[in-house]
């Protein structure tokens, strides 16, 4: 079964190289989406992919990298129309900041 999500993480999230864990783990995983920084000082994602690799995704991002410190993975169904948020032909992305 696929699963489409969104992601909302909040604690000691940026600074960390918490994007480039969730591009690393989305790509190893084959999942498709983009996550970004958000000026509140969280990180958001959009992921679509396979159920139990979207589930070992999230729990990455609960554990997140060594120097981060995640207080919160809010996880909710995403719209669809939020994949369109990545460039064209790109399977998973890091978009810029909101």
Do not use: Y
């Not at 999230?58 to 410190?69: Q, T, Y």
């Not at 169904?77 to 064209?88: E, I, K, M, T």
Request: glycine share 12%; charged share 30%; hydrophobic share 45%.
């Amino acid at each position: 079964m696929r699963k489409l999500v969104h992601l909302s993480i909040k604690g000691l999230v940026q600074g960390v190289g918490f994007r480039a864990l969730v591009e690393l783990e989305a790509g190893m995983r084959g999942l498709g989406g983009w996550v970004r920084n958000r000026r509140d000082g969280s990180v958001e994602a959009v992921v679509f992919g396979d159920e139990h690799k979207v589930d070992g995704l999230i729990e990455a991002c609960r554990k997140g990298p060594p120097s981060s410190r995640v207080v919160s993975v809010d996880v909710r169904d995403a719209d669809p129309a939020a994949l369109n948020l990545r460039p064209a032909g790109e399977k998973f992305a890091a978009l810029p900041t909101v």
